[in-house]
């Protein structure tokens, strides 16, 4: 059973960054995908940024790209978002997920998530 284990939301002004982390523990798979998803009140959740672990992969919502980046540390099977220029609207919970292979960038094409971790951006 894969545990993914998140931290680094909290509170932060327009303009402001924060950096989130995600570590993965139990089986690990070749090819697994490893990345966040966000969930805003009322809306569905959506992918934010996606890393493949053997290299060759990486997505980035058009919402975030340029302010976002996705890195990863083999060693400690840690993903980490850095979060740039935050807007009101990235305010949302993160989730960290992953799939054995990729299938997409849905959140139905992940197996396994992480408790979630608010972000809250104030104007």
């Known amino acids: 059973q894969v545990q993914l284990v998140e931290s680094g939301g909290g509170l932060v002004q327009a303009g402001g960054s924060l950096r989130l982390s995600c570590a993965a523990s139990?089986?690990?798979?070749?090819?697994?995908?490893m990345g966040w998803f966000r969930q805003a009140p009322g809306k569905e959740r959506d992918v934010v940024a996606l890393?493949?672990?053997?290299?060759?992969?990486?997505y980035y919502a058009d919402s975030v790209k340029g302010r976002f980046t996705l890195s990863r540390d083999n060693a400690k099977n840690t993903v980490y978002l850095q979060m740039n220029s935050l807007k009101p609207e990235d305010t949302a919970v993160y989730y960290c997920?992953?799939?054995?292979?990729?299938?997409?960038?849905?959140?139905?094409?992940?197996?396994?998530w992480g408790q979630g971790t608010q972000v809250t951006v104030s104007s």
């Open positions: 890393i493949g672990w053997s290299g060759g992969l990486i």
């Open positions: 997920a992953v799939s054995a292979y990729y299938r997409g960038a849905r959140a139905r094409d992940y197996d396994y």
């Open positions: 139990g089986p690990t798979f070749n090819n697994y995908v």
